[in-house]
């Protein structure tokens, strides 16, 4: 369960029963016939896939870049976290669960989770910290209206870490039926991986529509925005093995100013454990777990996916910062030149483009679009 010196199970004794059931479980079902056929279906009928991509030609001709988006913001529900939501969801229905739990920041993996238990028939149980319950409520009302029973978490900072150890405790208590949808490339073994394996759909369409589109040549940059990591595993995995291909993953450096916190472990971070993986995180030198910050909820949480610390370690990846202005100056500009309003999360990637724009000259980029923009639309009297 680990990725070169990162991941791994540090989780307390009493929680190992689920984890080893649950990787005894992706063994036998993960490779039925069962299970891939009726996961394709429902990708297909369910979320619509194949998730097209798109060229914006009037912010490539503006930048200087040739710009392109894989648009998981297309998916029904609005973003990427519903792969990973239908293949856990279908993995534990097929172990006999009949409820889901998860965490949410964003809202958008509550949302995606519920989804889910609504198409298999079984029941959603959120936890979302009190501050996030006020800062995504339309997400938080279009969970209640599907059926979820969400749980505002009030201990500690009321944010999603705090989501998950309580997440985490409800599962401990409860493992008999439910099934803990763990909504990011992070967490114990098997998480990463597990959450890795339905997310990596993203690159293995992109990279053949890319190819495709661009008379059998394949992009020049590959960049997705990085909160726990899934959404960029999953448009980094299979563009690995192509050394012509960079990969840039982009963390939030909240307002920018020094000292303030923001939500960039693999920029600064140090070496720690922290729901039950060992990687890297905003930390005191004792610690302590550093409060975070983004304008975007997805990215605001102070630890990584191993898998991402160890890419960074072996120099396959590159990681980046953008801050909450850079990003919002990337929300306004998709919104206005291509008409296709980001997630907040996903502008800090499409930033990218236009920071780094001298060094991109020419080149393609190719950008995980990994969620839609409509529950970030309270923003608006800020910035317009
Ligand atoms: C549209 C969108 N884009 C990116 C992210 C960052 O999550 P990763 O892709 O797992 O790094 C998110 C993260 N959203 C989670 C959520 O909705 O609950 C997040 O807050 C936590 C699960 C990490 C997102 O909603």
Known sequence: GYFGDFGGQFIPELLMPPLIELEEAMERILPSEEFKTRFANMLKENVGRPSTITYCPNMSKELGVELWLKREDLNHSGAHKINNTLGQGLLAKMMGKEVLLAETGAG???VATTVAAAMLGMKAVIYMGATDVVRQAPNVNRMRLMGAEIVAVESGTKTLKDAIN??????LADQENTHYCFGT????????KLVREFQQIISKEARQQFMD???GDLPDVVVACVGGG???IGMFH????DESVKIVGVEAAGTGEPGCHDSAPLDHGTDGILHGMKTKLLQTKEGQILPSHSVAPGLDYPGVGPEHAHLQDIGR???VTVNDAQAINAFKMLSQREGIIPALESSHAVAYAIEHKE??????VLVCLSGRGDKDLGILDEIL
């Not at 490339?185 to 990463?192: D, E, L, S």
């Not at 299979?238 to 093995?241: D, H, L, R, Y």
């Not at 060094?359 to 393609?364: A, F, T, W």
């Open 359 to 364: 060094e991109l000259q020419g080149k393609s």
């Open 230 to 232: 899934s959404n960029a």
């Open 317 to 319: 990846a590159e990681y």
């Open 185 to 192: 490339a992070a967490g114990p073994h098997p998480f990463p």
């Open 108 to 110: 958008m993996h509550g």
């Open 213 to 215: 589109r661009n008379d």
């Open 166 to 171: 309580e997440a985490l405790r409800r599962w």
């Open 238 to 241: 299979n563009f690995v093995p």
